[in-house]
């Protein structure tokens, strides 16, 4: 990819550490980081420029922007 990662999260609820990033063109990547794989991939449509990225405490919901 092109785009340099903006912000990136660490969640870490027990046996799931996940990693939550998103690129500054707007493209949000989900990490299981037990499998070290992308799990889910999407373009964020609203965003201009990706520079923040914030999660629940229970990591059910994320923003980003």
Do not use: Q
């Amino acid at each position: 990819h092109n785009s340099d990662y903006a912000m990136m999260l660490f969640y870490h609820e027990r046996e799931k550490p996940t990693v939550f990033a998103v690129l500054g063109d707007g493209e949000v990547y989900i990490w299981d980081m037990n499998s070290r794989r992308c799990i889910h991939k999407f373009r964020d449509e609203g965003c201009l420029t990706g520079t923040t990225l914030a999660a629940s405490r229970d990591g059910r919901y994320f923003a980003c922007g």
